[in-house]
């Protein structure tokens, strides 16, 4: 029992936000690193020949016309579908195509839906206290009791999340910021090393959207973050590394002036009368 | 010219004869061999009996017949021999036998039976089977040579090998050697066995079973053989059988399912209830029949789209009524529709009755297409079979080819973008709801010619339907009819070694293994669409 | 060990579980009371016929509960329940049916009636053990939780979800329906397992017996409640509703969704197989029309009417239908159905959250009142 009890309580040794103990080896480059990735839907490549590279740290935006890929490459490092062909690791040592969703998340990778996704029948404090990082298999859960060290630490990401008065309300009443600002919240509660964000300022205000850029680019450098957001503003607002997708791979990749300014990159985006 | 001056004289004569039958009261040679038998004493009636034979009377079989069957008789009064058309009661119905004319009721103190002994009787079928044999209709002379395998007897041989001489029909012949080979077997013959050993008639093996049982080495062994080419005959003819039953059977499940297909891949609800809907067609079926008693086969036909519309118009009060109110609560849906079908089932119960009613089958649609002697199909089946299809096309085509087609499949593969597109969706699923619902009709009105119509007929069918569109996958029409046709053969293909409930719970353990490694079905809908 | 049966004693300082099993003390107290010590002529006197319905109520109410454990909680909708029930109810029968013993109508001593009846010379493997009440027991458990388990790990482990889980459920126990009428299975067919002597030494006939087995199941509905109300009031119960409401979101916050299903369902199963246990001695048969679909989802209505995820709203429910299903049979046999039908389409209509919605309503309608303002202010 006391091994159990020390699988749960190992997290709250370390501060918020501190690096995590983790598995993943990035001591021989990139965190994730995806090669001639392919995946086709009844004949249509949604993903076709991408090869992507994130460094430890980085904070890198994906940009690209709908229907470019972006949401299939997210499916595809976090589990939920399988590539047809070419290989995705994490680190140097976490083949990603032979983990499921739970053992992918585990291991350190967090994902903020397009749309908002949380748990609308549960209060904003039981959202984060699932979304904590802790042993998840089944009768560790249903021991689980809530430690005050836990307490803390829910209510230190309340606090950053602007959630605290609503702490006990179902998350169901939320606004759809309050929304976004939670799942955010709930993947720092995962302390995860790779977050992948999508859209996470859609329906945000200019306010909420500022906070958001503040927040995604404090967390670079400890974690890697991975963005892909429509909102050219707030990209160029955060953005270091760009890369644009298009039709399943990728067209060019750089800051957002050389990317901005690339003829590929502008005709994709004005058309081809441009 | 003499030629055509002759036959037009005896055209006249002929024309005068029948307008002047009474007039002229020319006898009749027929009316002089009636009383010939009917006043034969017994040491002659077999003359008598042949000198009808021999006169080539057409009526001939006809008075046999009634001979027979007793029911040849002589008015006392005047000495006519009559035909009794039924003798039930004290008055019996009497006709001529020359005419054919009805000539009414008459006491039966007035009439006297025309005697026959069973020795006459016993000589009489084989007579009778001859006549036929001599009839100018193929047909009749080849029921009559399959009437004869297994009966000939020494004095038959003769007739037939003079028929046989005569005989142009290629089945018939077949029909008279066979009869005679297993004569012949009978007898000893092993040349004979040959002849048999293509047959599949029941009688011709009953012969060679016989003939491998008896003492003599060498027939027996030529029967054997014989019989093990009949027997890999039949294996072929009961496989055939068992895939038109299967068939048949998957044909109804494609009825039955193809409905809850539309309805289940348009508008994502389980329409519980769509097992009463059928029950309501095959009521319809019934209901229509009350009303025009006598025609079955035209009130069949009306039932086609009564059972439609009924079954439709019950849909779209449900779907107003309950399912519009749960939108995007599949699982409430599926409680909701349960409790209507356990109210239309009750309403059966009480306002016609809990018991069970019968639908008559018109007579077209009785009978069965004989293919060989093991293999019969039976029509009623086949009929259905070609409804099911005949409703599968049709829905294929509205599917395919019309406007609430296409509307129907953009709002299957995505519903709000299909609304922005200014599809009205309530429009689209009360016509859809419609649609699946009419067409359970159209299974009801099909069951009702094959099963027992009564409250619970829909019951029987809503897990067997449910699981064949699970099976085919959801929101595809040509899913249904593979997953219902396999479904129904393997059902059939399972039985004669399991069982009829065994092999139903196989099939059933089957699709639940099948879902957990096809969860979509066999044809799922792949990509983004399906993913909601 | 403390911290790994706190999940289950917490319901227990909870107000709510103690207002429940207040009442149900109270209740199967008063009950006992009445039978016992008012005379047979008093107007309070309870009579042993009306223990046994008792009894009844509260096998189905425990079922309902397991059904409540896994719909409400989880949103799988079962419409197998009834399955397990019935196979718990058939172990025991199958106990039962060994405790008969050369008292049966043939006198075997070790073959059922209905196995003689078919000229069956030797017991089935299956039906060895079975005189030992420790281990018909211990199968009442392991056989509903095992098939649970089985069925359980396919379909999630597949992700069959949703109106499909219910259909294979239905199909499952359907199948299991045609395969119990099966004389060859060994379970009696047709007529199931009847006329039952005694159980654990006591006459069944008797009325003290008939008391027993009406407070057990009274024990069992609190105990049944209690484990249920420790896994939801838990984290689990937490990560179950989280399963219930989104399921991917759940899987990429690192939980094995389709654990905590087979987990879950398990442990429903299981309930509803003691549920059926103790139905069976006290109705006196056990047949394959338990396994019947129409009994399973008339299950479900129970829970809807009394309200989803409440787990005492189950309990409600399957009183209140179960009383309502007496009064109507023995007044107008033909009306319930219409009856039962009406309830499947205005609960879902027009009650989505039951009678325990409806309770909740009023208590916090008085609350929001006062509450207002201190939200203005904060």
New interface residues.
Partial sequence: ?SML?QLTNRDQVFDFLAPVASPVDVRHGPILYMEDVNVSFDGFKAINNLNLTIDDGELRCIIGPNGAGKTTMMDII?G?TRPDTGSVWFGSRHNLLTMN??DI??LGI??K?QKP??????TVF?NL???MAAD???LP?????MKPENREQIDEVLEMIGLT?LRDKPAGILSHGQKQWLEIG?LLM?KPRLLLVDEPVAGMTEQEMERTAELLTSLAGKQSVVVVEHDMGFVRSIARQVTVLHQGSVLAEGTMDQVSNDPEVIKVYLGEEA | MSIIRRSLTSLLIALACLVSVPAMAQEDPGKALLVNLAEAPSSRVEEAINAIVDSGDERARGWLEAYGNNRLSRIKDTGQVVLVLNNRGRDWEIADPLTGENLGEMSRRKLDRVAINNAIRGKLEGIMAMLDLNAADPDVREASARDMMGKVDAALVAPLEARLEKEESAAVRDRIEAALAIYRVEQGDIEAVEVLAGSLHSRARAALNNAAASDNSQLAEAANKALASIEQKLKLNKAAETLYFGLSMGSVLVLAAIGLAITFGVM?V?NMAHGELIMLGAYTTWGVQQLLPGQPGLALLLSIPAGFLVAAIAGIIIERS?IQ??KG????????T??????L???V??VISPQNRTVVTPEWMSGSLVINDALSLTLNRLYVMAFALIVFAALMMIMRRTRLGLDVRAVTQNRAMARSMGIKATKVDILTFALGSGVAGLAGVALSQLTNVGPNLGQNYI?DS??VV?FGGVGNLWGTLIAGLSLGTINQLLEPWAGA??A??IV??F???F???R?KGLFPQKGRAAEN | ?A??T??LLRPLQERSTQLFLGILTAALAVVTILHLAMPEDSALHVSAYTVTLLGKYLCYALLAVAVDLVWGYLGI?SLGHGAFFALGGYAMGMYLMRQIGDRGTYGDPVLPDFMVFLNWDSLPWYWHGFDMAWFAFAMVLLVPGALAFV?GY??F????T???L???T???T??LM??F??NEMGFGGNNGLTDFRDILGFNLRTDATRLGLFIATGIALAIGYVICRG?VT???G??S??C???E??????????E??QL?VFVVSAMLAGVAGALYVPQVGIINPSEFS?LFS?EV??WV?LGGRATLYGAVIGALLVNYAKTVFTGVMP?AW??A??????L???FL?KGIAGLLQKRRKAPEKDRSNPQEAT?
């Fill in positions: 029992m009890e976090t939920k969703e739970p998340a585990t967090g994902r839906f996704t949380v748990f609308e029948a549960l039981e206290e699932l979304a998840k298999r089944i859960t249903l021991t689980a009791i008065a709930m995962q | 994502g389980i309950v109110h749960l609560r599949p699982l409430e849906t599926l409680l909701a349960f409790g209507i079908s356990l109210i089932q009750q309403l119960r009480t897990i449910f699981m699970v409930v065994l139903k719970i059933l353990v699709i639940i293994l879902i957990q490694k969860p | 060990m911290t790994s706190t999940w909708l069925f396919l379909a482990r597949s992700r069959v949703g109106v499909y219910s259909i294979i239905q199909a499952l359907f199948a045609l395969a009428f099966r896994i838990s984290k689990l937490r990560v509703i989280a219930r409401d989104a991917a979101r759940t899987r990429f916050l690192g939980y094995r969704v654990r905590v987990f679909p989802i479900v209505v809807a033909d159905l219409f039962l039908g009406g309830l499947f389409v609960v879902t209509v989505p904060a």
